[in-house]
């Protein structure tokens, strides 16, 4: 993959966006700080979820800060299980709503990243996913590389439940991916997986346990299947591009 090429020049409204977006991401990490305050002790199952709603609630219109302060810095440091994360939002603010702050808050980390990413470069791709991914990152890497179905190949891998898009978020930006195309086709790519979580976890306040029960079984049983085979089902969606690029070709 190419080097991303810096701009000779740097113009005023290119300093006052910069300003902008930091002021911006600032007061985020700000929320996020103090959504932790709430949730020390965090860890997992129905512990974490119950501690994470009663958080949400306790901070009255500010819970809509914290969601997004969580869900950012779920998609940034990814130390939270972004399940849990879906599941609370989900709780306390219903299947729609929920499901559009949980997006938005995934969105705005996905932006931190990509221009973090931009302006730092491989290096700082290397420091962040740790030697733990290497592999993963090399094979990654390779699946990224065909600039002429990067598009779809983008598309797909966040559609499907399980796959390691912590990874992916960092390794995109090393690509020739136009920014807008990235979060437009990673953001709706992941809508089905979290609102089916946010589903869920509203369909349990409301006591609709078979609804809950059908959407869980089906994602849950897509997640497992993703996170066991992620290798190969990126293998398989390979192919498959391929395949599909060739016979236009």
Same mark, same amino acid.
């Given at each position: 993959?190419?080097?991303?090429?810096?701009?000779?020049?740097?113009?005023?409204?290119?300093?006052?966006?910069?300003?902008?977006?930091?002021?911006?991401?600032?007061?985020?990490?700000?929320?996020?700080?103090?959504?932790?305050r709430f949730i020390q002790g965090?860890?997992?199952?129905?512990?974490?979820?119950?501690?994470?709603?009663?958080?949400?609630?306790?901070?009255?219109?500010?819970?809509?800060?914290?969601?997004?302060?969580?869900?950012?810095?779920?998609?940034?440091?990814?130390?939270?299980?972004?399940?849990?994360?879906?599941?609370?939002?989900?709780?306390?603010?219903?299947?729609?709503?929920?499901? $559009? #702050?949980?997006?938005?808050?995934? *969105?705005?980390?996905? =932006? !931190? %990243?990509? @221009? &973090?990413?931009?302006? /730092?470069?491989?290096?700082?791709?290397?420091?962040?996913?740790?030697?733990?991914?290497?592999?993963?990152?090399?094979?990654?890497?390779? $699946? #990224?590389?065909?600039?002429?179905? *990067?598009?779809?190949? =983008? !598309? %797909?891998? @966040? &559609?499907?439940?399980? /796959?390691?898009?912590?990874?992916?978020?960092?390794?995109?930006?090393?690509?020739?991916?136009?920014?807008?195309?990235?979060?437009?086709?990673?953001?709706?790519?992941?809508?089905?997986?979290?609102?089916?979580?946010?589903?869920?976890?509203?369909?349990?306040?409301?006591?609709?346990?078979?609804?809950?029960?059908?959407?869980?079984?089906?994602?849950?049983?897509?997640?497992?299947?993703?996170?066991?085979?992620?290798?190969?089902?990126?293998?398989?969606?390979?192919?498959?591009?391929?395949?599909?690029?060739?016979?236009?070709?």
């Amino acid at each position: 993959m190419g080097e991303i090429e810096q701009k000779k020049t740097i113009t005023t409204a290119d300093k006052i966006k910069f300003a902008g977006l930091l002021i911006f991401f600032v007061l985020i990490i700000i929320a996020s700080i103090f959504a932790v305050r709430f949730i020390q002790g965090f860890g997992g199952g129905d512990d974490a979820v119950a501690s994470l709603v009663q958080a949400i609630k306790d901070a009255g219109v500010f819970g809509i800060l914290i969601c997004l302060g969580i869900q950012f810095i779920q998609v940034v440091v990814a130390f939270i299980p972004g399940e849990v994360v879906q599941v609370a939002i989900g709780y306390v603010y219903g299947t729609a709503w929920g499901g $559009l #702050l949980t997006l938005l808050g995934a *969105l705005i980390g996905s =932006i !931190f %990243i990509f @221009y &973090l990413v931009r302006k /730092l470069g491989a290096p700082f791709v290397q420091g962040m996913l740790g030697k733990k991914e290497s592999g993963k990152t090399g094979f990654v890497q390779k $699946l #990224l590389e065909d600039s002429k179905r *990067l598009n779809a190949t =983008i !598309f %797909i891998l @966040y &559609l499907i439940p399980g /796959l390691p898009k912590d990874v992916f978020n960092y390794l995109v930006p090393l690509t020739e991916m136009r920014p807008a195309n990235f979060f437009v086709l990673s953001t709706i790519a992941r809508a089905p997986a979290i609102f089916a979580s946010t589903f869920v976890a509203h369909a349990f306040s409301q006591g609709n346990y078979l609804g809950m029960a059908i959407v869980a079984v089906i994602f849950g049983g897509l997640g497992i299947i993703g996170i066991v085979f992620n290798e190969k089902i990126m293998t398989l969606v390979d192919r498959l591009l391929a395949r599909l690029s060739h016979k236009k070709a």
